[in-house]
């Protein structure tokens, strides 16, 4: 029987010739890493008291994929909302409970708790709340992201 010795990078050529269209793994130099330390958290006092929002990658405000958390204090509210864009939210630490709906009802909010994913298309009515934990939560899209209030403080609805 014959052996046959086939390098590292023989072997990734030929693996990389079978299809169309599959790229090589990207360098260090050419991704985006952000570490916990870095992370820049804004006041976000149009979500609600205490929450603050800090952008990973991209820009929510324009048009193209975004990235950002949001961290919600302990007893937060955020009232029935919609956003323009799709919105994919993965929980990264406590529990945020969130639900459907034009009506805020905490009975009909199920808790997510940390690597809970849920997605909600645009302008699909939503709201969310905390209990005694604080929650943060990362959130892509593709933006313009925004949130409109449909319960704001007069009964009218709120942009921000």
Do not use: C
């Not at 010739?17 to 793994?25: I, K, R, W």
């Amino acid at each position: 029987m014959k052996s046959v010795a086939i390098t590292a990078t023989g072997f990734a050529l030929g693996v990389l010739s079978l299809g169309a269209g599959v790229v090589a793994p990207a360098g260090a130099e050419e991704y985006t890493a952000v570490m916990p330390a870095n992370i820049t958290w804004k006041d976000a006092p149009s979500i609600g008291p205490g929450a603050k929002t800090a952008v990973i990658n991209g820009d929510p405000k324009s048009s193209g994929p975004f990235v950002m958390r949001l961290k919600l204090a302990p007893k937060s509210k955020i009232g029935v909302h919609t956003h323009p864009a799709d919105e994919n939210v993965t929980v990264l630490s406590g529990t945020l409970y969130f639900a459907a709906g034009d009506k805020f009802d905490a009975k009909t909010a199920k808790p997510f708790g940390p690597g809970s994913y849920f997605s909600i298309e645009k302008g699909k009515p939503m709201f969310a709340y905390t209990t005694d934990e604080e929650a943060v939560v990362q959130l892509n899209g593709i933006g313009p992201w925004g949130l409109t209030y449909l319960d704001g403080p007069d009964g009218s609805a709120t942009k921000k």
